[in-house]
């Protein structure tokens, strides 16, 4: 989650991709194409522009390069298949074999928690009303499960996680 303020006001933004030049948001309601706009995050914030826009989402140009890494919550690491092929890529370093039964069954049940969790963020980030009023919690919920996520890895969770950068 992020902050997009443009033409005097502000919304809660889900930021779905990020690159060093731009990136993909989400939101019920976006500026229009060529808008300025700034996307905070915490202590960073980026100016730039709007795209394209189509379907509540919203493709933006930054006026300058950021570091993708500092926009990542708790951890700084990617999500998805990037953290899975980071988290497989680690055990073949190590040799580790599985992690034990009673540790996969609660990292099992921490995936199914975060996951519940990621649905109920999910749902009141596209009631505008919520948004508006929630914001900041909203990001605070995205971080918790980002944190859940890289929990039950650590934990040897069996299940894939569905997380994705907020990012």
Do not use: C
């Not at 933004?13 to 990136?23: D, F, H, I, P």
């Not at 394209?52 to 990617?78: E, H, M, N, Q, Y």
């Not at 749902?123 to 039950?152: C, N, W, Y």
């Amino acid at each position: 989650m992020a902050t997009m303020y443009a033409a005097g006001g502000s919304t809660p933004v889900r930021v779905r991709n990020m690159s060093r030049t731009g990136a993909l948001v989400e939101a019920p309601a976006l500026p229009p194409v060529g808008a300025p706009i700034r996307l905070s995050r915490g202590s960073l914030t980026v100016s730039g522009d709007v795209m394209w826009t189509s379907d509540g989402r919203a493709g933006l140009r930054f006026a300058d390069a950021v570091v993708v890494t500092d926009w990542i919550p708790l951890g700084k690491r990617g999500s998805g298949q990037q953290l899975i092929d980071e988290i497989v890529h680690r055990a073949r370093l190590s040799g580790k074999a599985e992690a034990a039964p009673a540790t996969v069954e609660i990292a099992d049940e921490m995936v199914q928690l975060l996951r519940m969790l990621e649905r109920v963020a999910e749902e009141l980030a596209f009631d505008p009303a919520v948004l508006t009023k929630h914001g900041p919690a909203l990001q605070m919920i995205d971080a918790v499960v980002q944190g859940l996520s890289r929990l039950a890895l650590n934990a040897g969770a069996s299940l894939p996680l569905s997380t994705r950068v907020s990012r």
